[in-house]
């Protein structure tokens, strides 16, 4: 298995930020077998979806009404609203798997691999890659 980590800054702010181009560097010189993106956070997570037609402002506003800042958090520590960030890895899976042929991402056309992080107290993330030939 070959794996790397990226690094990501979020600029203390909620985001989802596009980590395709990234993962599609790693896989490039692969052959077949499955790419692992995995986010070790407790708060933060990653989903698949379309980017750059709003989706990723919706996805955000969707985690806003699901879980608002102002909700009856008993975790108490950081920021306002910091006891949502906690619950977001139930909500939006801290890992996903793609697989991969030829050293390109089977993803669907308008498919982005995307981290997800709405923590106003952590800028800087760490994303692993993972690559396991088939």
Not at 6 to 13: D, E, F, H, L, P
Not at 22 to 30: I, K, L, P, Q, T
Not at 34 to 63: C, Q, R
């Amino acid at each position: 298995m070959r794996s790397e980590i990226i690094q990501v800054n979020t600029g203390g702010r909620a985001r989802v930020c596009d980590l395709t181009p990234d993962c599609e560097r790693f896989v490039s010189d692969a052959s077949d077998g499955l790419l692992s993106v995995f986010v070790p956070h407790a708060t933060a997570g990653l989903a698949v979806i379309e980017t750059g037609a709003g989706s990723d402002g919706d996805l955000l506003h969707l985690l806003d009404g699901l879980a608002p800042l102002d909700g009856p958090w008993k975790h108490r520590h950081g920021s306002p609203g910091h006891g949502r960030d906690h619950v977001l890895p139930a909500l939006v899976s801290p890992s996903l798997t793609v697989p991969v042929l030829a050293g390109r991402m089977q993803l669907g056309t308008w498919q982005s691999i995307c981290l997800v992080d709405t923590n106003l107290d952590n800028l800087d993330r760490q994303v692993r890659l993972s690559f396991l030939a088939g």
